[in-house]
């Protein structure tokens, strides 16, 4: 099966060995997903290795139009400078205009650079060079990462890339490059790097962080810049097409630069949002520049607070005695992180019990029946879920459970709202009223699951999910040796008896076609723990596609579930359960036995 022009089996088998020639350590890296793989490190405190710099080339006297071309597109990988060296290619005129800012085309492999066609004679000589190859993906000038479509016949935008050159002092210059940069997988993996981008969910209650990738040797300024541009202008991916939104008006502008005193961003505001902006909008506003911003210093200062004004006239939120100098601490909205303290698990004799710590006394919170193998209890704690020999039974807790319609369900996962979503074969259900006591309600419902790019993705079956705390994103296993990543979209014109919403998946995925995943938890508003076998191996994934980090594991894990700041609980056989507080893999017995232990979601 091909996802947005990623391969799958054999392909995609041979596309890993070929990369991990180039990258020890990488999980997978398909040829249509992310250029950056999943690069694993040891332990919570492990390191990436040090990426290693493009040292770009001045074009040399005599060379002729293709290797100028050749030059330019080595040198033009370099941010150094305002790519200074890439513009030496350039004529003046078109180091003028040539503006590609982030936007990038990236190969797979090659490009190949196409023999020159001459026009002209004397001074009037000209050539143009074409450029070729499989293309990856498309950056945009803001960070959005884009694959092709399965369905696309390949190249770049408008085509593929041509320069055009001419001679300037009897020495060939490129007269018309492409507005975007035109990079190799590999060279693009040493020049960008991901940062979060963070946008509201549909209630406007929780930030979702979005990622983009932008470019290593950005300075501070003009990546700040960047990105407070792409907060006012969502970069149109997998999250921001109706999953997520922005609480910025539209038509809003920026003042001047984004400026970094002592760890202070100041961002000056103006356009539409000057036009009755209320303390809600200026919070969520304050809120989304605050998280996005910290951090971005790259290799310059770390950003550590946000000044906001609103045409000059810096904004202070309430309570704040009139200082518009606002850190992380002080704003009103967060990232959803799923901190639950309690965990739940059922025992031999078919009651639910919870407890605070792996070695706290479990109490009985209801009894619910024997022969469960799964269960999964509401972000609320007012529900429950479970799963016998593949039938569903579900209702609140401390009432007897009710069947529900279908069979072979594999995972279940409440969401925020008190909705059930379970997989069930090839099929993804949603389940509204899911706890109602009658039969008549709670019917599962079918959702669809497309690419970013629209294409229904039909890869099933689907063995394993979890929704986010957020209620936006969910992690889904995928036959089996796929780790997917996506987000809730609402369909507006959905008809009676079809889901509202459907599933988009995102450009970031885990592709491990020697191993079976068997159990997945989110850990944290933006990291999903996998384990799979054999091993068992035991991986924390970042949903961005940033570094991966291996836990070790215990023999003969079947279920793995974590809370924010609380203990990993995994579940052995014979009811046994164990717990690690630090992510190192130092393993505890928890007292007591029980099956299916889990934290709400």
Sequence with gaps: MVRGGRLRGAAAVAFVVA????????????SGGPVISYSMTQGPGGQSQPLPQIIAQPPAAGWAPVQIV???????????????????????????????????VVYSSGPKVGEAAYTGTGSGRAAKVTVSGPVQAFLSGTGGYVAPSASATGGAPGGQPTFRLEKVGG?????KAPPYLVL???????????????????????????????????????????LVYDLIHPPGDWLSRGATSTSFPGKTTT???????????????GGAI???????????????????????????????????????????????????????RQSKYTPANGAYSRFYYVDGAGDLLSRVSSVSKPVKVAHIGTGFTQIAVSPDTQYVAAVKNGSLFTGRVGAPLVRR????????????????????????????????????????????VVNSDGTTQNVGPFTGLRVAPDGVRVAIIVGGNDLDFGAFVQLPNARPGQAAVRIVLSQFYVSVPSATFTSLTWYGPDNVIALRDPGPELTEYPV???????IPAQPHMSSITASLGNPLIASLPRGAMVADTSLSGSWTPVQGTGISAVYPG
């Design 70 to 104: 050749r030059g330019f597109l080595a040198a033009s990988a370099s941010f150094a400078g305002g790519q200074r060296i890439a513009r030496e290619y350039l004529t003046t005129k078109e180091n003028r205009a040539w503006t590609p800012n982030w936007s990038a």
């Design 274 to 328: 000057a036009k009755g902006a209320n303390d809600k909008l200026m919070q969520q506003v304050s809120a989304q520049l605050l998280y996005t911003l910290i951090g971005s210093g790259g290799s310059g200062p770390a950003v550590q607070s946000v000044q906001l004004s609103v045409n000059g006239k810096p904004w202070s939120p309430r309570g704040s005695d009139s200082n518009p100098v606002q850190q992380l």
């Design 184 to 226: 190799t997988s590999y060279s693009f993996q040493y020049d960008y790097q991901l940062r979060n981008l963070y946008f509201f969910d549909p209630t406007g209650s929780h930030l979702v962080p979005d990622p983009v990738y932008v470019p290593l040797q950005a300075t501070t300024a003009s990546l700040m810049d960047g």
């Design 19 to 30: 990369l991990l020639a180039l990258l020890a350590g990488c999980i997978s890296e398909p």
């Design 255 to 269: 003042i001047g630069d984004v400026t970094l005193t002592g760890g202070t961003a100041a961002v000056n505001l």
């Design 405 to 448: 319609a279908g069979d072979g369900y594999t995972s279940l996962s409440w969401d925020p709202v008190d909705d059930l979503w379970a997989t069930t074969g090839d099929q993804i259900v949603m389940i509204s009223g899911a706890a109602s006591p009658s039969q008549l309600a709670g019917k599962p419902v079918a959702v669809s």
């Design 544 to 550: 961005n596609g940033g570094s991966s980090t291996s």
């Design 171 to 175: 020495q060939w210059r490129i007269s």
